[in-house]
């Protein structure tokens, strides 16, 4: 290695530098290291806390450092505080235009369905009317007996027909009969007929009387044949279903069971054999049938005028 030469200008120079620079970076590590003495310890304060605690420096080594102690944030004040404004850019949308045909149709109104409340069934009678006899009967005929079965019957109970109280007869616990009035059955139709007492505090179930139409002569009055005072009439009759004329006097009996009891000009009076039912039948001029008399030509009668 070649030693600096001090003669030259420039080597003394670097060499002064050179020293110069050495003491300065030794004097810098002796400050950071060392230090050059004693110092007060800095005490950092917050600009909004004056009465902040405050920490003795610690010394490490021959140095002492000063320890910061860190404070709460202060609030903000209400001054601080401002609304913050938000500009929003609301864009208005065209109305749809109006259809000049379309219009509102309400709504249909809900149809309200009834509710049929279930019925309540309805107890059985206490009573027991099992039958009539007779359960059938033609209309117009006479006065009749109706006998009633059934179960716990009573002397105080009666029997009704269609709502009118009959005068019954008690024959025990199973049996009552009753008369019925011809005024009752006088049209044909179904009657009720129900056992209870007239308080109608026990009853029976109600059975049905039917009431037939009477069978009736199926023949036309249309024409008389008599005397002066109507001995041995002779009616003629027309019958409806093969139109056939018929000369019936008094004491007749047509169809096996119509007698003929009256004959007049207005009417011919017929009673049933086996119900005893009187029918009436009046005169009218029927259908004009082949050798009828009112079919028959009136015969030319000469004139004195056409003798020759």
């Known amino acids: 290695m070649e030693l600096a030469d ?7 120079k670097k060499l002064i530098i050179a020293g110069a620079l050495g003491f300065v970076a030794i004097l ?32 490490v080594g021959s140095r002492q450092r000063p320890v910061q102690v860190e404070t709460a944030p202060e609030p903000p004040s209400l001054s601080d505080l401002q609304a913050v404004v938000l500009s929003v850019a609301f864009t208005q949308v065209p109305d749809a235009k109006r259809n000049i045909f379309a219009f509102y149709e309400p709504p249909p109104k809900p149809v309200v369905v009834p509710s049929t409340p ?86 029976s179930n109600k059975v049905g009387l039917s009431v037939a139409p009477p ?12 005397t002066k005072h109507y001995v041995g009439d002779t009616a003629l009759l027309q019958d409806k279903n093969n139109k056939e004329l018929l000369g019936v006097q008094r004491g007749d009996i047509l169809s096996g069971r119509f007698r003929v009891t009256s004959i007049s000009e207005k009417e011919v009076v017929f009673l049933d054999t086996n119900l005893k ?32």
């Open 6 to 12: 001090f003669s030259k200008p420039g080597e003394k």
């Open 28 to 59: 810098f590590l002796w400050w950071t290291f060392v230090g050059f003495g004693s110092s007060k310890p800095t005490t950092h304060t917050s600009q909004g806390n004056k009465n902040a605690n405050t920490t003795p420096p610690t010394t």
């Open 118 to 203: 279930t019925p309540t069934p309805t107890p059985p009678p206490p009573v027991l009317l099992a039958s009539i006899s007779p359960s059938n009967i033609y209309a117009k005929t006479a006065e009749f007996t109706l006998e009633a079965s059934g179960d716990k019957f009573t002397a105080e109970m009666r029997i009704f027909l269609d709502g009118r109280e009959l005068p019954t007869k008690y024959k025990g616990p199973q049996q009552l009969s009753a008369q019925v009035p011809a005024a009752i059955i006088a049209n044909a139709g179904i009657r009720q007929v129900e056992v209870r007492t007239p308080d109608s505090r026990a009853y």
């Open 215 to 226: 069978p009736t002569p199926n023949y036309t009055y249309v024409g008389i044949f008599g």
């Open 277 to 308: 039912i009187k029918h009436t039948l009046n005169m009218t001029e029927g259908e004009r049938a082949a050798g009828s008399p009112q079919s028959r030509p009136t015969p030319r009668v000469d004139a004195e005028d056409d003798e020759p």
